[in-house]
């Protein structure tokens, strides 16, 4: 089975920054996608299997950046200028080998973690 294990989730001022990262038991296609209360889980960002790809959601783009180190099996989403829409629990995903990334539909993601709350206070 696919193993996902969260880090870095906390409480943060409305303009600062936070870092999530995520590792996998193994070298997947993975992202981040978000759900605030009362809403649909949405996409955040993916990263192709070999990294050299990403693909944001248009409300954090130029925000958020997301890499991955694959000698760790991580992937890490650093988090600037946030703001208070921003808040929501923080699920990892990843996908076959044989998918080239994620994508945006989350359901037919596959693999979640856990979930890590960010909050973003005005």
């Known amino acids: 089975q696919v193993q996902l294990v969260e880090s870095g989730g906390g409480s943060v001022q409305a303009g600062g920054s936070l870092k999530l990262s995520c590792t996998a038991s193994g070298r997947y296609p993975m992202g981040w996608f978000r759900q605030a209360p009362g809403k649909e889980r949405e996409f955040v960002a993916d990263?192709?299997?070999?990294?050299?790809?990403?693909v944001y959601a248009d409300s954090v783009k130029g925000r958020f950046t997301l890499s991955r180190d694959n000698a760790k099996n991580t992937v890490s989403l650093q988090m600037t200028s946030l703001e208070p829409d921003d808040t929501a629990v923080y699920y990892c995903?990843?996908?076959?080998?044989?998918?080239?990334?994620?994508?945006?539909?989350?359901?037919?993601?596959?693999?979640w973690g856990q979930g890590t709350q960010v909050t973003v206070s005005s």
């Open positions: 995903a990843a996908a076959p080998t044989s998918r080239s990334r994620v994508g945006t539909w989350a359901d037919d993601v596959p693999y």
């Open positions: 990263i192709s299997w070999g990294g050299g790809s990403s």
